[in-house]
């Protein structure tokens, strides 16, 4: 599932990227060069001339890479399915700074799937690993904008809290030894 590369590439078209650890968007331009250091979850991070970059999944295209194919439910899909399916994304969402899903490094506090009447609705509640981190919307974001790909889903309100504060007790076993903290 780890992907830690230093594979060149070069641009194919403009897009749009996010600056780490700011959080800041800015467009950089087809033609532009530099290497993919991570791709997981769909999600790729960039360095060019010496700067750090996440570009989401949807972009890939700009890299030459394919986007991950978009969830599926079963037919009759039961809410456990759902419940499943929306766990299986998150579970794509990850640091750009940190090789480890968003799950696995504890960050999910509280996961609600609630049938509504057109569809699933989602209410996340996430923290991050330091409060000041410039990261927490781009990772709100993508854990929405993922969630939302699976079919049945009506809405998905995703939130930062940081009540009870994060420490590294809530990552999981296999976390800790990515990180070397194990």
């Known amino acids: 599932m780890y992907s830690l590369t230093s594979e060149p590439f070069k641009l194919d078209r403009d897009v749009e990227a996010i ?8 467009e950089l331009p087809a033609g532009v060069v530099g290497y993919i250091t991570q791709a997981l979850g769909g999600s790729f991070t960039i360095f060019v001339d010496g700067s750090m ?18 969830p599926t439910l079963p037919e009759n899909a ?12 998150l579970k794509t969402v990850y640091d750009p700074e940190i090789p480890v899903s968003i799950v696995e490094l504890g960050l999910v506090y509280e996961c609600v799937v609630k049938s509504g009447d057109k569809g699933y609705e989602v209410a996340i509640d996430m923290t991050l690993t330091a409060p000041g981190c410039g990261m927490g919307d781009v990772l709100v974001s993508d854990a929405a904008a993922k969630i939302k790909l699976i079919p049945e889903i009506q809405s998905v309100h995703c939130q930062i809290v940081f009540d009870p504060p994060w ?16």
């Open 19 to 26: 600056a780490v650890p700011t959080g800041e968007t800015i």
């Open 167 to 182: 420490d590294q007790s809530m990552m999981s076993e296999e976390a800790k030894l990515e990180t070397g903290m194990l």
């Open 78 to 89: 039961t809410q456990q399915d759902v419940e499943e399916a929306v766990w299986a994304q």
């Open 53 to 70: 970059f996440m570009i989401l999944g949807h972009n890939a295209d700009a890299l030459g890479k394919e986007p991950l194919p978009a």
